[in-house]
């Protein structure tokens, strides 16, 4: 990594970019379903389930490369930024839109979805978790936080794609650092938006109806 990081920080960037792409092909031979919606160069927020830290380079990885490079994960400062090799992987690599997720942030007046809007406003597209937080539980999703609708009333023209990631708590068990090698599936679904006069809570229920309707039957027991 050190050799690496000796590169110019592009360079090295797109280099890591690369491996990565190709190390999670190698190890899980993630394959893209594509239902209801095409991989044309639109802009989008993909909205996907949340389980295992491999989420987000499944979905990026598998994404086709004349997409990716315009799609930015939504992700936390707080690990982004912990050490030196994550603030280059998170930020440069990926290209993340980093949101601070302290309460004394709030209190100084950071608003998150500035960042998020923003990058929108930028022509980037996006991949966000709107559980807040990976799921630990037996339930296939918890309930979504606002930011999603938020986005939606914001950006009204911007799709908002439902993704769903299958099989990453076999590949990437709690507690686990180095993934297993098992087949995993990224499903997009068909682009929702938000209804004129639809509320929250409608919407959120109605998007979290939308992913959960991607899972294989077995998760969604």
Not at 97 to 105: I, Y
Not at 167 to 173: L, W, Y
Not at 206 to 221: G, I, T
């Amino acid at each position: 990594m050190k050799s690496i990081l000796s590169l110019p920080r592009r360079a090295a960037a797109k280099l890591v970019g690369v491996a990565i792409s190709m190390l999670v092909h190698f190890l899980t031979a993630v394959r893209a379903n594509w239902q209801g919606i095409e991989p044309v160069n639109r802009q989008r927020v993909y909205f996907a389930n949340h389980v295992s830290n491999a989420d987000m380079p499944m979905i990026w990885s598998c994404l086709p490369p004349n997409l990716r490079r315009n799609v930015r994960p939504v992700a936390a400062a707080d690990y982004w930024l912990k050490n030196k090799l994550r603030a280059f992987v998170g930020p440069e690599v990926f290209n993340c839109v980093l949101v601070d997720r302290r309460p004394e942030a709030r209190e100084d007046g950071h608003d998150p979805m500035q960042n998020i809007l923003d990058a929108l406003d930028d022509g980037s597209s996006l991949i966000i978790f709107p559980e807040g937080n990976r799921n630990m539980t037996d339930d296939p999703l918890l309930p979504f936080k606002a930011g999603l609708f938020n986005i939606g009333i914001a950006r009204p023209d911007i799709d908002l794609v439902p993704t769903w990631i299958a099989n990453v708590t076999e590949i990437m068990p709690k507690g686990e650092v180095i993934p297993l090698p098992l087949i995993c599936t990224v499903t997009f679904g068909e682009a929702i938006h938000v209804n004129d006069g639809e509320d929250k809570t409608a919407f959120l229920k109605r998007a979290s109806n939308a992913l959960v309707a991607l899972a294989p039957k077995e998760e969604k027991l």
